[in-house]
């Protein structure tokens, strides 16, 4: 077993260098190294108890490497269209591995058992499509301020807010506190929308 998941795991252990885009393709790579050792009928199968504890690395890993970019990308200060470009290539990191992960455990291996859930995985995915539809709005709405209102409304630093808290800690605990940053937020947005 060992020398098929020396891939997965040279993959691993360079995800870190790994950029947000390549994620994709180390996300199919692994599917199939995954799939390749649950079917192979050379040795003894593969146990499943170990099976389910290297998707859970895996899944726990893709989540780590996608925080991490996202943190270095400075989402709320970047450019809107670099920002935009990151966040959707988490996204698609994000739904690639989930898709693997779907597939093998609840298509695929009929033997496996009950399907594996990357909730984690999900709910980071969902925070990243709200932080984009957050971006998307303001840009769209800057788009139609002139200069003078972008000025008085303080467009350039309404995102401060979101500076308070960690964007990306997706756990029980913190989300009271990102909804309360959004709504923030929302208020400030509110005399914009009103002009607009």
Known sequence: FQSMLSGVKDDMLTLHITSIFELQGVAGRVEEVLDDLWKQIEF?????????????????????AIIEKLQAATIWREEYFKVRDV???????????????????????????????????????????????????????????????????????????????DCLDVSTDASSVWNAVVSSYNKQLEPVEAVI
């Open 87 to 165: 966040l959707q290539g988490a996204v698609a990191a994000c739904s690639r591995w989930q898709a693997a992960v779907d597939e093998l455990t609840g298509q695929f291996w009929h033997n496996f058992g009950t399907k594996m859930d990357t909730h984690d995985l999900t709910v980071l995915s969902t925070r990243v499509l709200h932080i984009l539809s957050i971006r998307t709005t303001h840009e769209q709405l800057a788009s139609l301020l002139t200069k003078d209102e972008q000025l008085s409304y303080n467009a350039s630093s309404m995102f401060d807010v979101f500076s308070k808290v």
């Open 44 to 64: 003894d199968p593969f146990p499943k108890d170990r099976m389910r504890r290297l998707i859970d690395v895996t899944t726990k890993a893709f989540n780590h």
